[in-house]
């Protein structure tokens, strides 16, 4: 059963940046079309980014210009960048395949307060 561990998330100020990572335990990730998820308190899980298995992506309008998704294949392991960061964009964060969902992991809190 393929395995997905997210960390990096922090309390931050607004204005300021993380950097998420997933790492996934297949060998296939390579072939996924990953995603970052987001769920803040009583709102449902979002999509906010993803990226083919060619580097291809696209992100939730908005994050655009803020956020960015990367991945390196080598490493089985998603990124996301996240830039001036607001108090909205506090949520658990979540790596996850884009359709056909793996098994969620525990996600990573992200708190964006002064």
């Known amino acids: 059963q393929v395995q997905l561990a997210e960390s990096g998330g922090g309390l931050v100020q607004p204005g300021g940046s993380l950097r998420l990572s997933c790492a996934a335990s297949?060998?296939?990730?390579?072939?996924?079309?990953m995603g970052w998820y987001r769920q803040a308190p009583g709102k449902q899980r979002e999509l906010v980014a993803r990226i083919t298995n060619s580097g291809i992506t696209d992100y939730a309008d908005s994050v655009k210009g803020r956020f960015t998704i990367s991945r390196d294949n080598t490493k089985n392991t998603l990124y996301l960048q996240m830039n001036s960061l607001k108090p909205e964009d506090t949520a658990v964060y979540y790596c996850?395949?884009?359709?056909?969902?793996?098994?969620w992991g525990q996600g990573t809190q992200v708190t964006v307060s002064s």
């Open positions: 996850n395949r884009a359709t056909s969902f793996l098994s």
């Open positions: 297949a060998s296939m990730f390579r072939f996924y079309i």
